[in-house]
């Protein structure tokens, strides 16, 4: 029978074959690439520190409602504040109600005279304050995960902060009163006489 067969009709078993085969490796190529994608997105974090400055406790609150405080001076083109956004996120979802988290953007002048209370020329710059809002301690720099857990879990639980003063990775920030036309806080504003 296969005699009686045209060419193209006895080609058309190993086409179809070679069509299906394709077509799997186009589909388990396409799986792998979501896959991939997928896994690289995971390992990402997924807090954004604007996010958490939004849903942080505003300082006057923080300050008079007799709880422990973690206050962080950030800037969102900061790398060390990005890469803790998800820790600092976990510290107040584990901590709940027991602890106020204070996010304070350097590049709001509003909160200049913080930044010269608190001698903030380095961030991420972390202070830590008792339940009467008094200053206990201060970290700078990018804090691995371990080392900002205990500390917070000493503030809550009233006790020494194992890890005070710990200098970490910064980015550095200036406080004067009049930037310079090149300071990223300035925006491309001219500096005021």
Known sequence: MAANLSPHEQNQPASLGRQV?????????????????????????TVSLSALAKASTPLERALTNQK???????????????????????????????????MLNVDNPKWLPEMLHYRVDGIPHFIFLNPQGETIASAIGLQPRSILGANVSALVAGNPLPHAGTTGKVSLV????????????????????
């Open 68 to 102: 422990p405080t973690l206050m962080e001076f950030y800037a969102n083109w900061c790398t060390s504040c990005q890469a803790m956004a998800q820790d600092i996120y976990d510290l107040e979802q584990r901590y709940g109600e027991q602890l106020n988290v204070v």
């Open 21 to 45: 085969r394709n077509l799997l490796i186009v589909l388990v190529a396409v799986a792998l690439s979501v896959a991939v994608f997928l896994g690289f997105r995971t390992q990402q974090n």
């Open 174 to 193: 200036e406080t004067a009163a009049k930037p310079r036309p090149d300071d990223p806080r300035g925006h491309g504003g001219q500096p005021s006489e």
